[in-house]
């Protein structure tokens, strides 16, 4: 879960977790309506900018998001023929512009500043029995398990072509799986020795 958040010192690491979070549902409001491909264009390009000031570590970490590919290039034929090729480009970018931005949020905020951000935010919830700290780790681990599921399809892919020059086969997808099914028990072991069980609240009489 470490390999979410990159050490650095950039504006974007210094910029508050509440800021970012505010800015990623703001940006994410202002992509959803947009349909010409070239202002989403702009604004990718302006999501890659953050990601060229961490120089290669920043290079490495948009080569993570490669497996994402041809699942956008088969939204984008079915989008094509569906509406029109603008239409698919326009979603493309704006699915990569989402994605990238979540992930600078991920890349530069700490869990524990990303917890504390959002449990203020779900603090009124609190009024209908809920946790709110509770609430903020389960978003917050969301946001930390997708570049880490992504990281670790990447080191399995290049795995299988170290071996194999055919494409990846069903062998390698299962192990994919079985492996993110084990880090998933593994955190809710974790969870579970510092006090985080439902199971056990559940049990209380």
């Known amino acids: ?8 010192d950039t504006v974007l690491h210094r910029l ?10 703001l940006g994410s409001i202002a992509l959803l309506p947009l349909q010409d491909p070239r202002l989403l264009a702009l604004a990718l390009a302006a999501v890659l900018v953050p990601y060229g000031m961490l120089g290669r570590r920043g290079l490495s970490r948009l080569a993570q998001w490669a497996p994402l590919v041809p699942l956008l290039a088969i939204v984008g034929v079915i989008q094509a023929f569906a509406e029109t090729p603008a239409a698919a480009l326009a979603s493309i970018l704006r699915i990569l512009a989402l994605v990238l931005m979540a992930d600078l949020v991920t890349l530069s905020t700490r869990l524990d500043d990303m917890m504390a951000a959002l449990g203020f935010v779900l ?3 609190g009024v209908l029995g809920l946790d709110p700290r509770r609430l903020a780790l389960a978003v917050a681990l969301v946001l930390r398990f997708v570049p ?3 990281q670790s399809w990447r080191a399995r892919e290049e795995a299988w ?19 993110a099914l084990k880090g998933a028990d593994q955190v809710a072991e974790a969870l579970d020795a510092r006090g985080f069980s439902f199971l056990k609240d559940r049990r209380r009489p």
Do not use: E, T
């Open 1 to 8: 879960m470490r390999g979410g958040y990159l050490a650095a």
């Open 16 to 25: 508050p977790a509440g800021v970012k979070l505010a800015g990623l549902v």
């Open 123 to 125: 603090r009124p919830l």
């Open 148 to 150: 880490v599921l992504a």
């Open 161 to 179: 072509r170290a071996r194999s020059p055919r494409r990846p086969r069903l062998a390698v997808f299962a192990a994919f799986f079985a492996g």
